[in-house]
Nanobody, 120 residues
Framework: QVQLVESGGGLVQPGGSLRLSCAAS????????MGWYRQVPGNQRELVGA???????NYADSVKGRFTISRDNAKNTVDLQMSSLKPEDTAVYYC??????????????WGQGTQVTVSS
């Protein structure tokens, strides 16, 4: 089973930058899709950005041009570089991995989340 650990959350002022990192472990050599989601109280968890093993990316419209997702296939890590942060970016950010688990089929793994607060 894949396990995910996030780091890098914290408090930042509007317009500032923050970099989140997620490390995957569990014996999977290369996770097909890794991404970042975020959630605020009372809302559904929403996609922020995702990246495939070959580097194809997808972003939420609200973060396009401001956030950049990247990964290291050898290490199975995924980063989210966040710039020009806005108060509405405040949320708990979760790392996600989507993959086919041998003998069990499609599955997902989630990190425990890291708080990002954008406030002056």
């Amino acid at each position: 089973q894949v396990q995910l650990v996030e780091s890098g959350g914290g408090l930042v002022q509007p317009g500032g930058s923050l970099r989140l990192s997620c490390a995957a472990s569990g014996g999977f050599s290369s996770i097909p899709v890794m991404g970042w989601y975020r959630q605020v109280p009372g809302n559904q968890r929403e996609l922020v950005g995702a990246i495939t093993r070959d580097g194809s990316t997808n972003y939420a419209d609200s973060v396009k041009g401001r956030f950049t997702i990247s990964r290291d296939n050898a290490k199975n890590t995924v980063d989210l570089q966040m710039s020009s942060l806005k108060p509405e970016d405040t949320a708990v950010y979760y790392c996600n991995a989507k993959y086919l688990r041998p003998f069990f089929g499609f599955t997902e793994a989630w990190g425990q989340g890291t708080q990002v607060t954008v406030s002056s």
